[in-house]
């Protein structure tokens, strides 16, 4: 009779934690990307543009903090 082993290769953890900080790296940057591209858009509105959305120029960061980041 044969008996068959399976053995699970190891994670190396500093592998493993390189490859955690990258994808959160990555997380990062595509919420940055966001914020920025949302602030520019908006930015770009004239102010009767702003009105009717019924935002002000104050708020503008912070609508686009609160699109990227959540609450």
Known sequence: MANAVS???SVNPVVAY???AYSNF???????????TTLR???????RD??????????IKSIAYEH???K
Do not use: F, I, K
């Not at 990555?26 to 920025?36: G, H």
């Not at 858009?41 to 102010?47: H, V």
């Not at 702003?50 to 708020?59: H, K, M, V």
């Open 7 to 9: 053995v699970a290769p």
């Open 18 to 20: 390189v490859a955690n």
């Open 26 to 36: 990555q997380e990062a940057r595509a919420r940055r990307s966001v914020y920025y």
């Open 41 to 47: 858009e908006l930015q770009a509105l004239t102010n």
């Open 50 to 59: 702003l009105a009717d959305l019924g935002l002000c120029r104050s708020n």
């Open 68 to 70: 990227a980041y959540g």
